[in-house]
């Protein structure tokens, strides 16, 4: 949908929603409410809540299910509406049957019970209103956003109940609500099970062990692919999915340093994975892949993870926006829907220096001649002395305007330089794509923690958080749930974790992503790679269960 039909949709409804209460108001005017026309107002506008609330409900499920993103447009106007209609409901109620006296609607509220729980409902809605601007959506930040926003099934429970009791005779409509809202509701449950139970399965997915550098290719001047067999031949010993990445773990200077790559090749090519590699200058991993690595010699990987992944089950089309080495996920993204054959369209827009810098470009036009659904756009930003004819300058709202048609509605895949993505999240708001469809992955650069060798022991003194001395060696305590169990000296903490069944978030293992982030309560650990950690992390005693391990007795906070 073009931004210009977005926004007469989004009058549109705007105006519609607001019918019902024009349409009151003129026959209130014109006496024609009938013999009790306050209570004909007040079950309207009843009436008008609940359907407000249930087609705000109805957004999301019907987004996922038909792909029609545009939809999540309208969800703040219905929601505003649903709160505007309960607002008028309790106000008419309240000037007009109980005329403004509080001890009347007190009293009222305590003969019919059904009163208190629909001003439970209301009272719910009212932080939802409150928030639903943008800027407090930025001030809160999302997730706390979200947690708040459950409010609205509270509203609408409240307000189904609500109808139900104070119904005298036929209940059919109320229950007809009430399973609506439930197939609401159920559908949120079940796909919440299904994303929790996620991380579960990876678990099992995660591989460690060396694998043997089978081909060396030079794509640009300053970027290399170096394509990985298992050394024995045959499958890889793991698979993956579009987008994720591979921890390599190379020895350098007598030290192991560990680097995420994104996998560039396909997951639909089982033999081999590919990762595509920048040498930085100054850089102690990319340097070594570049200058020492030759074909035959084995690396250590642990593989795969990361959660940037588009396998075209997510949405109907998909945009790709990369710039310089961050091609490498969406590259493998749009090598796996090609082989897929997958119908959506594909948009590829991406941003690279000179001509000789863009990496993958005779595969990139190979794919856009044999697959008409994708359509690669690539700009320079520095194409002066040379003989580029295409588009000329940084990732800009022209240049995706240009490319993508449609693009509020789209989901929108981002790699590249942290200032290129910054900007262009910035002209993808400004041109009305919502945040929620925007995801991005971060190359961030290790930091130099692990160069430090006195920084990997952290300890806290405070012995009366461990778990008492019974005889059978020294435990790990957790203080949330309460457990203790042996520690093994050889484990990291992490894993000691999951074998006594204590939740803890995780993704990379290797020390760079920090979602296994955990304080310490007591006790020392010592950790082989922090780089996840900051100075703040370090201060407040937060270690890296993939890392952690201790000989002694330890207590986290998990
Ligand atoms: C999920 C993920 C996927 C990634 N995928 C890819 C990929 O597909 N391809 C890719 O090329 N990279 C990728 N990266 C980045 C990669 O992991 C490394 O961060 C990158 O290769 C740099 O590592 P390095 O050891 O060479 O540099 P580091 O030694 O870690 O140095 C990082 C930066 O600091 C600079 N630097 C180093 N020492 C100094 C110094 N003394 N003074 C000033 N500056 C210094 C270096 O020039 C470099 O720019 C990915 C990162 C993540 C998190
Ligand atoms: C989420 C908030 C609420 C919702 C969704 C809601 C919904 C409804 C609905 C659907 C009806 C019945 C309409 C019909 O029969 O056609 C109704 C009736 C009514 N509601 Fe609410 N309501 C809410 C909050 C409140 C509040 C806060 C009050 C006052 C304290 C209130 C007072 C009433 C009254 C007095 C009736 C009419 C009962 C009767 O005379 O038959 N409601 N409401
Ligand atoms: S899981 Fe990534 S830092 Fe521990």
Redesign the pocket.
Known sequence: MKESDIRFTKFLVLVNAGVPALLLAWDAWHHQLGANPV?FA??TT??L??VF?MLTLLVTPLRKITGWNWLIFYRRTLGLYAFFY?CA??SI?FAL?RSFSVSSTLTE?VRRKY?II??L??LS?VPLAVTSTNGMLKRMGANRWHALHRLVYV?AV??VI??YM??KADVRQPLAFAGVLTVLLGYRVVTRQNKTAQPAASRAKIWSGPLRVARIVQETPEVRTFRFTAPDGGPLPFQHQPGQYLVISPVIGGRKVNRPYTISSSPTKPDYCEITVKREENGRVSRHLHDTLREGDTLNISAPTGRFIFDGTQAKSIVLIAGGVGITPLMAIARYLTDKNWKGDIYFAYAAKTPGDIIFRKELDDLKARFPNLHAHVTLSRAEDTDWTGHKGRVSAEFLMKCIPELPARLVYICGPDAMMAMTVQVLKDLGVPASQIKLEEFIAAKKAELNAMDARTCVSAPDVLAPNDGTGPKLKFSRSGKSVALAPDKPLLEIAEEAGVEIDFECRSGICGRCKTRLLGGCVTMETQDALDDDDKSKNIILMCQARATEPVTVEA
């Open positions: 209570n007040i079950l009843g009436m809540t609940l609330l309960a409901h309790f109620f049957d509220m009163l629909g001003s409902g209301l809605m509203a409240c307000g609500h109808y104070q119904v």
